[in-house]
Antibody, heavy 122, light 106 residues
Protein backbone atom coordinates (compact mmCIF):
# COMPACT_ATOMS: atom_id res chain seq x y z
CA UNK A 1 0.00 0.00 0.00
CA UNK A 2 1.35 3.40 -0.98
CA UNK A 3 1.75 5.67 2.04
CA UNK A 4 3.04 9.20 2.40
CA UNK A 5 3.39 10.06 6.08
CA UNK A 6 4.09 13.68 6.90
CA UNK A 7 5.62 15.24 9.99
CA UNK A 8 3.43 16.82 12.62
CA UNK A 9 1.95 20.26 13.02
CA UNK A 10 4.32 23.15 13.62
CA UNK A 11 4.00 26.51 15.36
CA UNK A 12 6.78 28.95 14.50
CA UNK A 13 7.61 32.62 14.74
CA UNK A 14 8.23 34.92 11.77
CA UNK A 15 11.84 34.78 10.68
CA UNK A 16 12.40 31.25 11.94
CA UNK A 17 13.47 28.39 9.70
CA UNK A 18 11.67 25.09 9.26
CA UNK A 19 11.86 21.81 7.43
CA UNK A 20 8.88 19.48 7.17
CA UNK A 21 9.06 15.93 5.95
CA UNK A 22 7.18 13.34 3.93
CA UNK A 23 8.18 9.69 4.32
CA UNK A 24 7.18 7.38 1.50
CA UNK A 25 6.55 3.65 1.70
CA UNK A 26 4.89 0.92 -0.31
CA UNK A 27 6.60 1.75 -3.60
CA UNK A 28 10.02 2.46 -5.07
CA UNK A 29 10.76 6.00 -3.88
CA UNK A 30 12.99 6.94 -6.79
CA UNK A 31 10.44 5.85 -9.40
CA UNK A 32 7.98 8.67 -8.69
CA UNK A 33 8.20 12.41 -8.24
CA UNK A 34 7.04 14.13 -5.07
CA UNK A 35 5.10 17.36 -5.37
CA UNK A 36 4.22 19.79 -2.59
CA UNK A 37 0.84 21.53 -2.49
CA UNK A 38 -0.24 24.42 -0.28
CA UNK A 39 -3.73 25.02 1.05
CA UNK A 40 -4.24 28.25 2.94
CA UNK A 41 -7.06 28.33 5.51
CA UNK A 42 -10.42 28.03 3.79
CA UNK A 43 -8.84 28.28 0.35
CA UNK A 44 -8.01 26.08 -2.63
CA UNK A 45 -5.00 24.03 -3.64
CA UNK A 46 -1.77 25.52 -5.02
CA UNK A 47 1.04 23.48 -6.56
CA UNK A 48 4.39 24.62 -5.18
CA UNK A 49 6.90 22.44 -6.94
CA UNK A 50 8.22 18.92 -7.30
CA UNK A 51 11.33 16.82 -7.04
CA UNK A 52 12.47 13.68 -8.78
CA UNK A 53 14.10 11.74 -5.95
CA UNK A 54 16.15 9.71 -8.41
CA UNK A 55 18.12 12.68 -9.72
CA UNK A 56 17.04 15.40 -7.27
CA UNK A 57 15.88 17.55 -10.17
CA UNK A 58 13.45 20.17 -8.93
CA UNK A 59 10.91 22.36 -10.62
CA UNK A 60 9.12 25.19 -8.81
CA UNK A 61 6.08 27.30 -9.38
CA UNK A 62 7.17 30.92 -9.95
CA UNK A 63 4.92 31.83 -7.02
CA UNK A 64 7.12 29.85 -4.63
CA UNK A 65 10.57 29.79 -6.23
CA UNK A 66 13.15 31.42 -4.01
CA UNK A 67 10.98 31.15 -0.91
CA UNK A 68 11.04 27.40 -0.34
CA UNK A 69 13.43 24.57 -1.09
CA UNK A 70 12.37 21.02 -1.95
CA UNK A 71 14.79 18.18 -1.35
CA UNK A 72 14.82 14.42 -0.96
CA UNK A 73 16.91 11.73 0.74
CA UNK A 74 16.96 8.52 -1.27
CA UNK A 75 18.48 6.56 1.59
CA UNK A 76 15.48 7.14 3.85
CA UNK A 77 12.74 7.56 1.24
CA UNK A 78 11.90 11.00 2.57
CA UNK A 79 11.11 14.27 0.84
CA UNK A 80 11.39 17.66 2.48
CA UNK A 81 10.01 21.17 2.18
CA UNK A 82 11.98 23.90 3.90
CA UNK A 83 11.92 27.60 4.61
CA UNK A 84 14.86 29.73 5.77
CA UNK A 85 12.75 32.64 7.00
CA UNK A 86 9.08 32.10 7.66
CA UNK A 87 6.40 34.73 7.24
CA UNK A 88 2.93 34.88 8.74
CA UNK A 89 1.53 34.36 5.25
CA UNK A 90 3.16 30.90 5.18
CA UNK A 91 0.52 29.68 7.63
CA UNK A 92 -1.26 26.90 5.78
CA UNK A 93 -1.70 23.17 5.37
CA UNK A 94 1.03 21.61 3.27
CA UNK A 95 0.54 18.32 1.44
CA UNK A 96 3.12 16.12 -0.21
CA UNK A 97 1.85 14.07 -3.11
CA UNK A 98 3.14 11.36 -5.42
CA UNK A 99 3.33 11.94 -9.11
CA UNK A 100 4.27 9.42 -11.81
CA UNK A 101 7.13 10.87 -13.87
CA UNK A 102 6.81 11.78 -17.52
CA UNK A 103 8.62 13.59 -20.28
CA UNK A 104 7.50 17.08 -19.30
CA UNK A 105 5.26 17.77 -16.35
CA UNK A 106 4.72 14.15 -15.42
CA UNK A 107 1.34 12.58 -14.89
CA UNK A 108 -1.50 13.16 -12.48
CA UNK A 109 -0.93 13.26 -8.73
CA UNK A 110 -2.18 9.86 -7.55
CA UNK A 111 -1.53 9.74 -3.79
CA UNK A 112 -1.41 12.34 -1.03
CA UNK A 113 0.09 12.66 2.41
CA UNK A 114 -2.16 13.53 5.33
CA UNK A 115 -0.91 17.12 5.46
CA UNK A 116 1.23 19.20 7.83
CA UNK A 117 -0.37 22.27 9.40
CA UNK A 118 1.98 25.22 9.78
CA UNK A 119 1.13 28.20 11.93
CA UNK A 120 3.43 31.21 11.84
CA UNK A 121 2.65 33.82 14.45
CA UNK A 122 4.53 36.21 16.70
CA UNK B 1 0.40 30.04 -16.53
CA UNK B 2 -2.66 28.06 -17.59
CA UNK B 3 -5.75 29.32 -15.76
CA UNK B 4 -8.36 26.77 -14.70
CA UNK B 5 -11.75 28.37 -14.23
CA UNK B 6 -14.00 26.09 -12.21
CA UNK B 7 -17.75 26.52 -11.81
CA UNK B 8 -19.86 26.74 -9.86
CA UNK B 9 -17.97 27.61 -6.68
CA UNK B 10 -20.81 26.22 -4.58
CA UNK B 11 -23.52 23.77 -5.49
CA UNK B 12 -26.53 22.79 -3.40
CA UNK B 13 -27.90 19.35 -4.06
CA UNK B 14 -29.79 16.45 -2.53
CA UNK B 15 -29.04 12.76 -2.17
CA UNK B 16 -29.88 11.08 -5.46
CA UNK B 17 -29.30 14.17 -7.60
CA UNK B 18 -27.09 14.26 -10.67
CA UNK B 19 -24.55 17.06 -10.47
CA UNK B 20 -22.06 18.48 -12.93
CA UNK B 21 -18.97 20.55 -12.25
CA UNK B 22 -17.03 22.30 -15.00
CA UNK B 23 -13.43 23.39 -15.46
CA UNK B 24 -12.42 25.54 -18.38
CA UNK B 25 -8.75 25.78 -19.31
CA UNK B 26 -7.30 29.02 -20.68
CA UNK B 27 -5.57 27.03 -23.42
CA UNK B 28 -5.31 23.52 -24.83
CA UNK B 29 -4.18 21.04 -22.16
CA UNK B 30 -4.30 17.90 -24.31
CA UNK B 31 -6.66 16.05 -21.93
CA UNK B 32 -4.10 16.24 -19.12
CA UNK B 33 -6.70 16.90 -16.46
CA UNK B 34 -7.52 15.21 -13.18
CA UNK B 35 -10.35 15.58 -10.67
CA UNK B 36 -10.00 15.30 -6.90
CA UNK B 37 -12.41 15.10 -4.00
CA UNK B 38 -11.56 16.69 -0.68
CA UNK B 39 -13.67 16.01 2.38
CA UNK B 40 -13.41 18.43 5.34
CA UNK B 41 -10.22 17.93 7.31
CA UNK B 42 -8.89 15.35 4.85
CA UNK B 43 -6.35 15.25 2.06
CA UNK B 44 -7.62 15.29 -1.53
CA UNK B 45 -8.27 11.97 -3.25
CA UNK B 46 -7.97 11.19 -6.94
CA UNK B 47 -11.21 10.48 -8.81
CA UNK B 48 -10.52 10.90 -12.51
CA UNK B 49 -7.33 11.28 -14.56
CA UNK B 50 -6.64 11.96 -18.25
CA UNK B 51 -9.98 13.77 -18.33
CA UNK B 52 -12.15 10.65 -18.32
CA UNK B 53 -10.30 7.66 -16.81
CA UNK B 54 -11.77 6.47 -13.54
CA UNK B 55 -9.24 5.78 -10.81
CA UNK B 56 -9.29 2.23 -9.46
CA UNK B 57 -11.67 1.89 -6.55
CA UNK B 58 -13.66 5.04 -7.31
CA UNK B 59 -17.41 4.40 -7.66
CA UNK B 60 -18.75 4.34 -11.19
CA UNK B 61 -21.23 7.14 -10.43
CA UNK B 62 -18.27 9.48 -11.00
CA UNK B 63 -17.39 10.24 -14.60
CA UNK B 64 -15.37 12.78 -16.54
CA UNK B 65 -15.73 14.18 -20.03
CA UNK B 66 -14.22 16.89 -22.18
CA UNK B 67 -15.08 19.15 -25.06
CA UNK B 68 -12.17 21.20 -26.27
CA UNK B 69 -10.90 23.17 -23.30
CA UNK B 70 -13.99 22.50 -21.18
CA UNK B 71 -13.95 19.56 -18.79
CA UNK B 72 -16.85 18.17 -16.80
CA UNK B 73 -17.09 16.01 -13.71
CA UNK B 74 -20.46 14.32 -13.35
CA UNK B 75 -21.72 12.59 -10.23
CA UNK B 76 -24.76 10.41 -10.84
CA UNK B 77 -27.06 9.69 -7.91
CA UNK B 78 -25.27 11.79 -5.28
CA UNK B 79 -24.53 9.89 -2.08
CA UNK B 80 -24.06 11.29 1.45
CA UNK B 81 -20.31 10.63 1.20
CA UNK B 82 -20.11 12.85 -1.90
CA UNK B 83 -20.76 16.10 -0.08
CA UNK B 84 -17.28 17.54 -0.33
CA UNK B 85 -15.18 19.99 -2.32
CA UNK B 86 -13.98 19.04 -5.80
CA UNK B 87 -10.92 20.35 -7.64
CA UNK B 88 -9.62 19.98 -11.15
CA UNK B 89 -5.89 19.95 -11.89
CA UNK B 90 -4.16 20.53 -15.21
CA UNK B 91 -0.81 18.79 -15.63
CA UNK B 92 -0.07 19.72 -19.21
CA UNK B 93 2.26 22.63 -18.47
CA UNK B 94 4.28 24.07 -15.63
CA UNK B 95 3.28 25.31 -13.21
CA UNK B 96 0.58 22.76 -12.53
CA UNK B 97 -2.61 24.64 -11.71
CA UNK B 98 -5.80 23.75 -9.88
CA UNK B 99 -9.28 25.06 -10.37
CA UNK B 100 -10.70 27.16 -7.54
CA UNK B 101 -12.84 24.32 -6.22
CA UNK B 102 -16.54 23.47 -6.07
CA UNK B 103 -18.17 22.82 -2.73
CA UNK B 104 -21.08 20.42 -3.02
CA UNK B 105 -23.38 20.96 -0.07
CA UNK B 106 -26.72 19.72 1.06
Amino acid sequence: EVQLVQSGAEVKKPGESLRISCKASGYIFTSYWISWVRQMPGKGLEWMGRIGPGDSYTRYSPSFEGHVVISADKSTGTAYLQWSSLEASDSAMYYCARQPPGTNTGYHIDSWGQGTLLTVSS
Amino acid sequence: DIQMTQSPSTLSASVGDRVTITCRASQNINSWLAWYQQRPGRAPELLIYRASSLETGVPSRFSGSESGTEFTLTINSLQPDDFATYYCLQYDSYPLTFGGGTKVEI
